[in-house]
Structure formats: C-alpha cells, structure tokens
C-alpha cells in the first residue's frame, strides 16, 4: 500500500474542525449546569424518614408494662394474632 502525501490541507481541516467543537464545548459548558430536582414524593419520604429517626428503637413504657403482666401471671397472648404475626411476616397471606 502506497501513502501520499496529503498535504497541509487536511491538517488545516482537522484542526478548524477541532477548534469549533472546543469553542462550542466551552459555550455549553459555561450556559449549562448541573442540577437535581426533588419530587413531591421524594420529599415527603425525606418527611418520614427524619420523623422515623426521631421514633426511639425501644417503646420502653410497652416493654416495662408487658414485663409486669409477665411478672404478675396477667399476660395472655393472643394465638390468633400471633398466627397473623406469623402469617404476615412471612407473606403467608397473600394469593399468588
């Protein structure tokens, strides 16, 4: 295979070529910027969840009060929302 010389030319070309796309690069650039928009939704999830935060781990006065019941022999479970309990949290109770 046989190259000849292309001359200036083409060099010229790329180069005009080259400058335009960098000149229209810095327009875009310097007129666009970045930004994210937060939905309604998003925003009343953020409202949940900070409110979740302050919620403690624990509900201390639920747990003092069943500690008590258990004490004096006055806790009586109930099976049927146990069953739930069990039903629900293994998604026992949804049709497929």
């Known amino acids: 295979m046989k190259i000849t010389h292309l001359g200036s030319g083409m060099i010229d070309t790329y180069k005009a070529q080259h400058d335009k796309n960098k000149n229209i690069k810095q327009n875009n650039s310097a007129q666009e ?15 949940y969840r900070s409110k979740l935060k302050e ?9 003092e009060a069943l500690k008590t ?9 109930s099976a049927e929302k146990i069953a ?5 949290e293994r998604h026992l109770d949804t049709k497929v």
Do not use: C, F, H, W
């Open 33 to 47: 910027r970045d930004r994210a928009e937060i939905s309604s939704a998003g925003k009343e999830l953020q409202t």
């Open 55 to 63: 919620m403690p781990d624990v509900r201390q006065e639920r747990v």
């Open 84 to 88: 739930e309990g069990i039903l629900r």
């Open 69 to 77: 019941q258990i004490k004096n022999g006055d806790y009586e479970p």
